[in-house]
């Protein structure tokens, strides 16, 4: 107790005191303040560690990716159509060769449909279907209509020995009923020149979507994978990119969506 504090009560109890001791009353208070101190301070200190736990942990459960639910209800596919998709089942009817698919979240968009080209996208990264018309000359060094070559009865085998791309062994696989072989590749020689295409970025051009005239690219710094599928005797490219640090994650993604897929017979 502070003296002056001391001093005032002493001289208010009169002399002889006819108040109660003011030390007594003021020792058994600190007795059971202090202890009620301390206990709400750990409390405090408990809150603040769980907040702090808590922020940490937000960004991993924001780019979360749900599994796809195994206890979906059933229901007829929706027709695929461009916009947000909703979780369910959709069927990409006016794609050459239909297929369907399901999703569990309404994280994915779809964003390209054409006979030849579906496009697929969630966030920054696009998952594409497409068949392709021709390839571009792999020694060519301005990627120019004229370079333009007949697609490869081999697409997977021209893509893997591609002299501008680092790229894996081709690994077989299985989607939607549809057998294939996959590699994952990156840009080893960009092209000298950059095409427009390419956003004034350094790339390597690749082949040509049928009917669209749309030109297919790999920046310097991504990762590819390209998956050809033998479908009703045609060659159907799937493919996604993403920046080297992101391709994990979004693969896992994007692999998860194509586990869905379902082409349909003949």
Not at 197 to 222: F, H, N, S, T
Not at 232 to 261: C, D, K, M, N
């Amino acid at each position: 107790m502070a003296p002056e504090l001391r001093e005032l009560l002493e001289a208010g109890a009169g002399d002889p005191h006819d108040l109660p001791d003011i030390e007594a009353i003021w020792s058994r208070t600190r007795r059971i303040v202090w202890p009620r101190r301390v206990a709400a301070t750990l409390v405090a200190a408990a809150v603040l560690v769980g907040a702090a736990l808590s922020l940490r942990a937000l960004p991993a459960l924001v780019d979360r990716e749900p599994r796809p639910a195994d206890d979906l209800n059933p229901r007829s596919a929706d027709t695929l159509r461009q916009g947000q998709l909703e979780p369910g089942a959709y069927v990409a009817e006016a794609f050459e060769h239909p297929f369907s698919f399901r999703t569990s979240t309404d994280s994915w968009s779809a964003s390209v449909l054409e006979p030849t080209w579906v496009g697929l996208i969630r966030r920054a990264n696009y998952l594409h279907v497409q068949i392709w018309d021709g390839v571009v000359d792999p020694t060519s060094r301005t990627a120019q209509p004229a370079d333009l070559e007949p697609l490869p009865t081999d697409l997977i085998a021209w893509l893997a020995d591609h002299p501008r791309l680092h790229a894996t062994d081709p690994v077989p696989v299985q989607i939607g009923g549809a057998s294939g072989f996959r590699i994952d590749a990156r840009v080893a020689s960009p092209l000298p020149s950059m095409p427009p295409e390419c956003g004034g970025l350094r790339c390597v051009v690749l082949g040509r979507v049928a009917g669209k005239g749309e030109l297919v690219d790999i920046k310097v710094g991504q990762i590819a994978r390209f998956v050809v599928l033998d479908v009703q005797g045609g060659q159907i490219l799937i493919h996604y990119r993403a920046p080297l640090v992101r391709f994990a994650r979004f693969s896992t993604t994007a692999e998860r969506l194509l586990a869905t897929f379902e082409f349909e017979a003949n």
